[in-house]
């Protein structure tokens, strides 16, 4: 790895008005495990944050009621709203701060902390591209401990990444089958209401991802 990633740090840092320092991010280490970890449903609570601009946010929300349930199926927040509305959220709702303001899952900052210790963290994840300053405005205020930031805008398949995990927790099934499938890495699925009928190796809390990342 050359020294591109810190220089996109630091062009997002000037960007935002930010000093590098306040990024608290360090650089990656040689011959360290490497940690992926998505963002939206591992680190950031992203269904819950759509569910709520699409129920409060939209004007004139059709969606009160609906939308206080949390996600049981992958698409269940796209099949509950009309194109339209699904439209406004990729387009509206970024712009309002759908990858900006939301929350992170309870205990997420100190797990990331403790996998800090056992290797590089590395954050992955699949967003459009005009997203890329919230991305990184947002995991600057979380302050978390991560040396890397991946944002794949084309549709990549998380197995091209470069260079490899050791080990990967995403909540996308076919994320967790893609790199499975096709590199050395072992990735697992962090269990979520909306991927209970997915067959894969799986943890249930971070405590047990972390368990499985200290037995290797």
Same mark, same amino acid.
């Given at each position: 790895?050359?020294?591109?990633?810190?220089?996109?740090?630091?062009?997002?840092?000037?960007?935002?008005?930010?000093?590098?320092?306040?990024?608290?991010?360090?650089?990656?280490?040689?011959?360290?495990?490497?940690?992926?970890?998505?963002?939206?449903?591992?680190?950031?609570?992203?269904?819950?944050?759509?569910?709520?601009?699409?129920?409060?946010?939209?004007?004139?929300?059709?969606?009160?009621?609906?939308?206080?349930?949390?996600?049981?199926?992958?698409?269940?927040?796209?099949?509950?709203?009309?194109?339209?509305?699904?439209?406004?959220?990729?387009?509206?709702?970024?712009?309002?701060?759908?990858?900006?303001?939301?929350?992170?899952?309870?205990?997420?900052?100190? +797990?990331?902390?403790? #996998?800090?210790?056992? @290797?590089?963290? /590395?954050?992955?994840?699949?967003? *459009? %591209?005009? &997203?890329?300053?919230?991305?990184?405005?947002?995991? +600057?205020?979380?302050? #978390?401990?991560?040396? @890397?930031?991946? /944002?794949?805008?084309?549709?990549? *398949? %998380?197995? &091209?990444?470069?260079?490899?995990?050791?080990?990967?927790?995403?909540?996308?099934?076919?994320?967790?089958?893609?790199?499975?499938?096709?590199?050395?890495?072992?990735?697992?699925?962090?269990?979520?209401?909306?991927?209970?009928?997915?067959?894969?190796?799986?943890?249930?809390?971070?405590?047990?991802?972390?368990?499985?990342?200290?037995?290797?």
């Amino acid at each position: 790895m050359r020294d591109d990633l810190w220089f996109l740090e630091r062009s997002i840092c000037r960007m935002m008005g930010r000093s590098i320092n306040d990024m608290k991010w360090v650089m990656p280490k040689k011959g360290v495990m490497r940690i992926g970890l998505d963002i939206d449903g591992v680190l950031y609570q992203w269904e819950r944050t759509a569910r709520y601009m699409l129920r409060e946010i939209l004007p004139n929300s059709p969606y009160k009621e609906v939308l206080k349930q949390e996600s049981t199926d992958w698409d269940w927040i796209k099949d509950q709203v009309s194109k339209k509305d699904w439209d406004w959220l990729w387009d509206k709702g970024i712009k309002l701060g759908l990858f900006r303001h939301g929350h992170l899952y309870p205990g997420t900052i100190e +797990a990331v902390r403790e #996998l800090a210790n056992l @290797g590089d963290v /590395i954050a992955v994840t699949s967003r *459009p %591209k005009r &997203t890329a300053a919230d991305t990184f405005a947002w995991i +600057a205020y979380q302050r #978390l401990p991560i040396v @890397g930031l991946h /944002i794949l805008s084309s549709k990549e *398949p %998380k197995s &091209t990444v470069r260079p490899m995990f050791d080990v990967f927790l995403d909540d996308k099934p076919g994320n967790v089958s893609d790199l499975s499938i096709n590199t050395s890495c072992k990735a697992y699925l962090m269990r979520r209401p909306w991927n209970k009928n997915y067959v894969a190796p799986e943890v249930h809390s971070w405590k047990e991802f972390i368990e499985i990342v200290r037995a290797l």
